[in-house]
């Protein structure tokens, strides 16, 4: 049986996967480490950084979108929205979630985080 659930990491809240299931031990603590370092690149986002990855993904979700349509969208400044993002490492980010998510369904089964 596989669960996702919270966990604390030093302190910090964290979505971590527990599972019994035999083999797939290693593959769980991958993906444990994975969760954290995207929670914590996640938790040092402020104001803007934060406003811009919440709009991003609550809109369009993983798919790619240029920085012109998000800047529009936002009311930003393209090289605003350019800066924001090289910053805060959003790119890098996206693209983890969206394999890990993969991966955990096509393991585990069930829905995206």
Do not use: C
């Amino acid at each position: 049986m596989s669960l996702v659930r919270e966990q604390d990491y030093y302190d910090t809240r964290t979505t971590a996967l527990y599972t019994d299931v035999p083999g797939f031990q290693t593959i769980t603590s991958l993906v444990n480490q994975i969760l954290v370092l995207q929670d914590q690149l996640a938790s040092r986002w402020k104001g803007t950084q934060l406003e811009l990855a919440k709009h991003y993904l609550m809109h369009h979700g993983f798919e790619k979108v240029t920085q012109t349509q998000v800047a529009k969208e936002m009311s930003l400044r393209v090289q605003q929205v350019n800066t924001t993002i090289q910053a805060m490492g959003f790119f890098a980010y996206l693209d983890t979630r969206r394999e890990t998510e993969q991966i955990l369904m096509a393991s585990f089964g069930g829905s995206a985080l």
